[in-house]
């Protein structure tokens, strides 16, 4: 199905731009808090494509599926679907080489740079991997779009993912009464290395905590520094990695104890 359209017609690149471009656009508002008109977007590439409103769908489910494989937001209303073209992915590559400021954006997205607060977090979980085999332009869009690497450059991003994970610690540990451990949560300050929170579990024992956040969804990968490396390597069982996700709209946070690099499947 993937470059077809449910009448058979082989998708063109104008075609594939189209419907890219639209995406981002919608996205684009999603990420600045603006509303979205779903189905006056639907009419309109209709209109332009000539394509059945089931076969956009399922183009923009491809769309979605590509995107988060390089760790960028998505439009909720289409999940992913994993048969993903080439000429999608040759679309998706050219709409983002020809923009470069819309992987900042999307990053850094105004609906989290405008918070008065740093998001509240909530519990959530990893998922599976994609049900798809990363290979071929594919694996040329993830490597060129490197989310681990872009995600790690975003100095704001960071900044305000400490804050929402110290907030997060400091109430985990009240919720499980130990306030006198909350009260002692507090930032890695040099000459500490390797981690961004000095923190406790509920029974006391010191807590190294590195966190990564991303406004991708839970399987976008993260890369750790040599620092956070040597650390995980030297204190096994004090470190964590605390990754937050979906930072600028839902704000969710899952534990990793394990040493090691989290890459795509």
């Excluded at 105004?110 to 085999?133: C, D, I, M, N, Q």
């Excluded at 594919?138 to 991003?157: G, H, M, S, Y």
């Excluded at 650390?231 to 996700?245: K, N």
Aim: proline share 8%; charged share 25%.
């Amino acid at each position: 199905m993937s470059d077809l359209a449910i009448n058979g017609k082989t998708w063109t690149d104008a075609d594939h731009d189209l419907v890219v471009g639209d995406y981002f656009v919608m996205l684009d508002k999603t990420m600045r808090g603006l509303a979205v008109d779903p189905a006056t977007h639907q009419r309109a590439l209709r209109f332009v494509t000539g394509r059945s409103g089931g076969a956009i769908t399922f183009l923009q489910g491809e769309l979605s599926a590509a995107l988060s494989l390089i760790g960028l937001p998505t439009l909720k209303d289409h999940p992913p679907r994993w048969d993903i073209g080439e000429g999608l992915v040759e679309a998706i590559d050219r709409y983002l080489t020809a923009r470069p400021s819309v992987l900042k954006d999307l990053t850094q997205p105004p609906l989290l740079l405008g918070r008065v607060a740093a998001p509240v977090l909530a519990e959530g979980a990893p998922v599976a991997p994609p049900p798809v085999a990363i290979q071929g332009r594919l694996a040329e869009l993830v490597a060129r779009f490197d989310p681990a690497l872009r995600d790690q450059d975003a100095r704001i991003l960071a900044r305000i993912g400490v804050a929402a994970a110290l907030a997060y610690e400091q109430e985990r540990l009240v919720k499980r009464g130990r306030s006198d451990l909350a009260d002692l949560v507090r930032l890695a300050l040099p000459p500490v290395e390797g981690c961004d929170l000095l923190s406790f579990s509920r029974t006391g024992e010191p807590r190294h905590v590195a966190v990564k956040a991303t406004t991708g969804g839970p399987s976008t990968p993260f890369a750790l520094t040599p620092e956070e490396t040597a650390l995980s390597q030297a204190q096994p069982d004090a470190f964590q990695v605390y990754r937050l996700y979906d930072l600028a709209r839902e704000a969710r946070v899952f534990r990793v104890r394990a040493a090691r690099q989290v890459l795509p499947a």
